[in-house]
């Protein structure tokens, strides 16, 4: 026994001598959040308590980054456990078979686990060259200048990036989506021209202080082509310049979204429908010693109901912008069975649509307690034919985070809305009612 150890620990000894000495380096980063919710009288009707809901939602993410040789790297995000507490199947509170995650499995299985297993979610290589530096692979997609109409999506692409002085010029390509194995859609769909590609330009501008940029993309949209059913195709673009400065004690940014092109294009019958569709978003925030103090506004053309040659809708406030914990925030869409809503007229608050004033403010007591307070107002731009008010509403947000250590941190918050007429949706008798939420959450950055 003793020699058949030492053997083994010769060949080993061998092995490790002869095997190429390894320099990759790994640096791991990640997330880990745990939120506590309960949000009362989420329907917005008057005496109702059926619609008040107390739930938590949880996120696990690790980012792991390998450098393999100077100048090139390969970027991995897994996500593990991102769901509901006690969430255990695709049934979401609303017993529709989607699930209550953001991630969209094209399956329905019952009993099925919701995000019990890691997630590959982004997979890319990163490499310079003499003429350039390039991203390949499944990467961060739908992120632009400010957060504003931002949804942080992944997306397998092709970006080629050239630094040329203060500027950075980037070339993006995406694949939406790939028809040529698409079995789900029958096979005569593989015979026709309907993938959905994009493909953009994107030069940002660093001076003293802060950046610009100017995104210049192009859809070229062919899925709902179809030669059995019709179908079309839409060819469309965006045009998104944004700016980030610091003067002084004050920071500003600033977004400008345009929308437009073709929206339909039938291959025959059907009728063809233009886009045309505008966000803006500008926040000042002045910092004054532990004190902070500023204002956002946002904005997103809604559909006009009177215009049906015309979409209207596809811009909007994104779901990383959340500038209030119960108007216009994602996470309540996501993991609380949607916005406010209003029973029996069934309205609810959506980022498309809308203009939205925020007042904020903070105040570091100490260097690990901070105390938060906001007021917002909402209301929508385009009303649906028979609705006689288009205030959203008016929300008070207070909120305290104290850092237990520098990377893990603890927030309780509560917000009250004052709902607006809009919810009464067509219905002018019927009675809405106030709301309030209340919220407690830990956060471990690493």
Same mark, same amino acid.
Do not use: C
């Given at each position: 026994?003793?020699k058949?150890?030492?053997v083994?620990? $010769?060949? =080993?000894?061998?092995?490790?001598?002869?095997?190429?000495?390894?320099?990759?380096?790994?640096?791991f980063?990640?997330?880990?959040?745990?939120?506590?919710?309960?949000?009362?009288?989420?329907?917005?009707?008057?005496?109702?308590?059926?619609?008040?809901?107390?739930?938590?939602?949880?996120r696990?993410?690790?980012?792991?980054?390998?450098?393999?040789?100077?100048?090139?790297?390969?970027?991995?995000?897994?996500?593990?456990?991102?769901?509901?507490?006690?969430?255990?199947?695709? !049934?979401n509170?609303?017993? $529709?078979?989607?699930?209550?995650?953001?991630?969209?499995?094209p399956?329905?299985?019952? =009993?099925?686990?919701?995000?019990?297993?890691?997630?590959f &979610?982004?997979?890319?290589?990163?490499?310079?060259?003499?003429?350039?530096?390039?991203?390949?692979?499944?990467?961060?997609?739908?992120e632009?200048? %400010?957060?504003f109409?931002?949804s942080? #999506?992944?997306?397998?692409?092709?970006?080629?990036?050239l630094? +040329?002085?203060?500027? #950075?010029?980037?070339?993006?390509?995406?694949?939406?989506?790939?028809?040529?194995?698409?079995?789900p859609?029958?096979?005569?769909?593989?015979?026709? @021209?309907?993938?959905?590609?994009?493909?953009?330009?994107?030069?940002?501008?660093?001076?003293?202080?802060? *950046?610009?940029?100017?995104?210049? !993309?192009?859809?070229?949209?062919? $899925?709902?082509?179809?030669?059995?059913l019709?179908?079309?195709? $839409?060819n469309?673009?965006?045009?998104?310049?944004?700016?980030k400065?610091?003067?002084?004690? +004050?920071y500003?940014?600033? &977004?400008? @979204?345009?929308?437009?092109?073709?929206?339909?294009?039938?291959?025959?019958?059907?009728?063809?429908?233009?886009?045309?569709?505008?966000?803006? /978003?500008?926040?000042?925030?002045g910092?004054?010693?532990?004190?902070?103090?500023?204002?956002?506004?946002?904005?997103?053309?809604?559909?006009?109901?009177?215009?049906?040659?015309?979409t209207?809708?596809?811009?909007? =406030?994104?779901?990383?912008?959340n500038?209030?914990?119960?108007?216009?925030?994602?996470?309540?869409?996501?993991?609380? =069975?949607?916005?406010?809503?209003s029973?029996?007229?069934?309205?609810?608050?959506?980022? /498309? *649509?809308?203009?939205?004033v925020?007042?904020?403010?903070?105040?570091? +007591?100490?260097?690990?307690?901070?105390?938060?307070?906001?007021? %917002?107002?909402? !209301?929508?731009? &385009?009303?649906?034919?028979?609705?006689?008010? @288009?205030?959203?509403? #008016?929300?008070?947000?207070?909120?305290?985070?104290?850092?237990?250590?520098? *990377?893990?941190?603890?927030?309780?918050?509560?917000?009250?809305?004052?709902?607006?007429?809009?919810? !009464?949706?067509?219905?002018?008798?019927? &009675?809405?009612?106030?709301?309030?939420?209340l919220?407690n959450?830990? #956060?471990?950055?690493?």
């Amino acid at each position: 026994m003793k020699k058949l150890l030492v053997v083994l620990l $010769s060949l =080993g000894l061998i092995f490790a001598f002869s095997m190429t000495a390894s320099a990759v380096d790994v640096k791991f980063g990640g997330q880990y959040y745990l939120s506590g919710v309960y949000w009362a009288n989420s329907g917005a009707v008057k005496e109702d308590d059926h619609t008040s809901r107390a739930f938590f939602y949880t996120r696990t993410r690790i980012q792991p980054v390998f450098t393999i040789a100077e100048g090139l790297t390969f970027t991995m995000r897994l996500d593990a456990l991102e769901k509901q507490w006690g969430q255990t199947n695709f !049934k979401n509170v609303n017993f $529709s078979d989607e699930p209550l995650s953001r991630k969209q499995n094209p399956t329905y299985e019952p =009993g099925r686990g919701v995000q019990e297993n890691v997630e590959f &979610e982004r997979a890319y290589v990163t490499f310079k060259t003499a003429i350039g530096a390039f991203q390949v692979g499944y990467q961060a997609a739908d992120e632009w200048g %400010t957060a504003f109409s931002d949804s942080g #999506t992944t997306r397998p692409r092709i970006v080629y990036l050239l630094p +040329v002085g203060p500027v #950075t010029i980037q070339a993006i390509y995406e694949k939406f989506y790939e028809s040529d194995t698409a079995v789900p859609y029958g096979a005569a769909k593989r015979h026709v @021209d309907a993938d959905y590609d994009t493909y953009a330009l994107a030069p940002i501008f660093k001076f003293p202080g802060g *950046n610009a940029g100017l995104l210049m !993309k192009y859809y070229a949209n062919s $899925s709902q082509r179809d030669p059995s059913l019709g179908g079309y195709k $839409s060819n469309t673009y965006l045009i998104a310049p944004y700016m980030k400065a610091t003067f002084g004690p +004050v920071y500003v940014e600033a &977004e400008l @979204d345009y929308w437009g092109g073709k929206a339909a294009e039938f291959d025959t019958g059907g009728t063809d429908r233009d886009l045309n569709s505008y966000a803006g /978003y500008v926040k000042a925030q002045g910092n004054f010693g532990p004190a902070f103090a500023g204002m956002q506004f946002g904005y997103a053309s809604g559909q006009d109901p009177d215009d049906e040659d015309v979409t209207q809708y596809p811009g909007g =406030g994104g779901t990383s912008w959340n500038p209030a914990l119960i108007l216009m925030n994602d996470d309540l869409n996501t993991w609380g =069975g949607g916005g406010v809503t209003s029973s029996p007229a069934g309205v609810t608050s959506k980022k /498309y *649509n809308m203009m939205l004033v925020n007042a904020f403010g903070g105040f570091k +007591v100490t260097p690990k307690f901070q105390i938060d307070a906001a007021v %917002t107002w909402a !209301k929508v731009n &385009e009303k649906p034919h028979g609705y006689d008010d @288009d205030v959203l509403g #008016t929300e008070f947000d207070l909120s305290a985070t104290y850092k237990i250590y520098d *990377n893990l941190s603890y927030m309780v918050g509560a917000g009250y809305l004052f709902v607006g007429d809009y919810f !009464k949706g067509a219905n002018a008798h019927a &009675e809405v009612d106030n709301d309030y939420l209340l919220i407690n959450k830990l #956060t471990l950055n690493f």
